[in-house]
């Protein structure tokens, strides 16, 4: 095996020159919102500096970032080698791959007063505090929604209560993610938004078991519902992201991985493949052999050849569903 350098950053990427992991300081942008297009390397930090290197990177329908004055942080790189080599030592057992139904995986497009941004990923899952479900995905997913009206729900800011977004997030509607033109494919929607207090983004990767938002579903909807597994998955379990392969593709729907690092604080997992996973599968489901779901994906890295994911598993999912105030509004 190769030398695994201490200084890397295995969850990210350089926008920019596309080096993943990046090696050495990484600059991560302050101002954008979480996501791929944030970080830098130290190489192109300094022709950004220069005027050489253009951020933020403008996305299709954004005007939010366009003033240029976006401030950065530098992080050493932290990867520990020999919990690196733990997780490639991990061995891969075969299983038979889950079907996945239309209408499991969703995009989920997130109205707050006139503004509406469309997440990467979302799904929903029947649990008894829902009567008709909870729609679940990861909380950096609403990043810029959050950003764009003022609301810090990371763990820089001691003072958020869960309440802040809940009471700007107007509605949700959500497609299903494998219909050839899914943004015509709608399938379901959530009125609320539930408060979850001790949701939180921005726990140092890979540790982000607080990296959830939760939404009451409202009645009518097409969606299929999943189950929560009650655990956390076993070292060595085999497990699935499910996630669309693009325009191309719509045929394969899961991306099979093993569970390299497994405990109450963490769920790592290697893709079995040595190729790099779809991008932007924040949101999205984890699930095992019998279709049940073990986490909502978080995100995703690689060293080498081998690509890495990390998740909020379904423990935590429980955990911070016993903790949400469920308004009486919720339940109908
Ligand atoms: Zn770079
Ligand atoms: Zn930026």
């Known amino acids: 095996m190769q ?4 200084n890397l950053h295995l969850w990210n ?3 920019e020159c596309g080096s993943q992991p990046i090696v050495g300081q990484r600059f991560e942008c302050q101002t954008c919102p979480a996501g791929p297009d944030r970080d830098l390397c130290s190489g192109c930090y300094a022709r950004f500096l220069g005027g050489l290197v253009k951020h933020p990177k403008l996305r299709r329908g954004s005007t939010l970032f366009d003033n240029g004055k976006h401030h950065f942080r530098e992080w050493q790189g932290v990867a520990d080698p020999e919990q690196l080599a733990s997780w490639l030592s991990v061995p891969e057992t075969t299983a038979r791959e889950p079907q996945v139904p239309n209408a499991f995986l969703l995009r989920p497009e997130l109205q707050s007063g006139d503004d509406s941004f469309l997440g990467t990923y979302a799904f929903a899952i029947a649990h008894e505090r829902a009567p008709h479900g909870f729609l679940c995905t990861a909380l950096h997913v609403l990043d810029e929604l959050a950003r764009n009206s003022g609301v810090d729900c990371s763990v820089d800011n001691p003072n958020y209560t869960g309440r802040e977004l809940p009471a700007i997030v107007s509605k949700v509607v959500v497609y299903d993610a494998f219909a050839p033109d899914w943004i015509l494919a709608e399938a379901g929607s959530a009125r609320r938004m539930i408060v979850v207090p001790n949701a939180r983004t ?3 990767e890979p540790f982000c078991q607080r990296d959830t938002a939760l939404f009451a579903l409202a009645p009518g909807g097409k969606l299929q519902l999943g189950k929560l597994t009650a655990g956390v ?11 669309s392969p693009g325009p191309k593709g719509h045929e394969r729907r899961t ?10 604080e963490v769920l790592v997992f290697r893709f079995t493949a040595r190729e790099a996973p779809p991008r932007n599968t924040s949101g999205a489901p984890l699930i095992d052999s019998s279709g049940q779901v073990v986490g909502i994906n978080v995100g995703c890295g ?3 050849d081998y690509y ?17 105030v469920i308004s009486a509004g919720d339940q109908n």
């Open 3 to 6: 030398q695994i350098p201490a």
């Open 202 to 204: 921005g726990d140092p």
């Open 255 to 264: 991306i099979p991985a093993v569970v390299v690092a497994s405990a109450p």
């Open 13 to 15: 990427r350089c926008h």
């Open 308 to 324: 890495f994911g990390h998740a909020v598993h379904a423990a935590s999912i429980h955990r911070l569903i016993a903790s949400s």
């Open 302 to 304: 690689g060293f080498s």
């Open 233 to 243: 998955p076993s070292l060595g379990q085999p497990l699935w992201l499910v996630a």
